[in-house]
């Protein structure tokens, strides 16, 4: 109850004034009617449409929402234009900064318990980092409110609760998680087309719907491990199989390890939103990952976005360690 308190006056406080800033800067483009309650993007922003290919390699993109221009990188894996959304990244002008477009790029792991951890590093890295995992320990600590929250905190969230279940079940979880504000939500491919169908279909009508992501083979499986499931492939063709089963069902962002990102490239081409873990920048510790990437790395070879955890949520200075790694992604932006 008291630490209930605690975390609603922090929330008080922090949702009052980010969002203070952020309408201010929705309004010199848009009416308040006109823009999310929460990300103060429009309500009725149509998506724009991708370049083709061959205007990669030169041409800037114009941004209908941030008015961002984005200089793309020569390969074709870019950040589809409708993802920056966030009021934090309205509030710099980005033009073509390469820190401002890397900062478009990088999604911060809150890893923690319980809520007001999580808060004490959304305040921590405030205007370094704009977007926010929630995974499953998380929500199932702290509730769907801390989505809600730092999304009322102006940053952007991705959702990461891995929804795995019958077709209507998923449909419905996917509709609720919507609802909260989450830019980017999390489902298993290995559910397959029905269950993928379903949960595209039950977010169709939505104004700013979250992107759904399909998560492949976990970065934990080996081959042993997908072999006990009854799975004979191995771990590189099973992603590739459920990716393109993916796509078959509507779905153009997928999950997976800086080891698959250049294939996925390659099957979703420009359109895919793909987002990748095991992200290791100079010097630090590997952890549990495997198959890891520096950020450079990663971008150059086909990552839209890049999730980074204890890199950042354990050092002795978060903020410090975010900021280069924003200055390693700038290398290849
Ligand atoms: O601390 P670290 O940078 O390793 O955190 C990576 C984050 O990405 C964790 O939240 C982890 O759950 C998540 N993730 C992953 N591999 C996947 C999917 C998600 O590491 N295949």
New binding site residues.
Partial sequence: MIVRSLFENVLKRRSCSARTVGNRLGEQLYSPQQLHPFTNSPRNQAPAPFPSRHQFDSQPVHNPISSFNLRLPHYDGYMPPEHTVSSKDNSTSAGTDPIALARQRLIV?L?VPDAPSAIRLVDTLQGTCSWF?V?LELYIAAGPSIVENIVASGHNVFL?L?LHDIPNTVAGAVRSAAKLGARML?LHASGGPVMLSAAKDSIAGLTNPPELLA?TV???MDAGQLHATGVGRLPSSQVELLAKMGMEAGIRGF???PKEVATLRSLTGPEGVLVI????PAGSAI???KRIAGPAEALRLGASYL?????I??APNPAEAAAAILEEMSEAL
């Fill in positions: 792991a890893d995992k995974g990461d891995k999390t998560v976990l970065t934990s999950v997976c390890s873990p095991g992200i290791r952890g549990d990952q999730v980074v955890g204890r890199p949520t354990q």
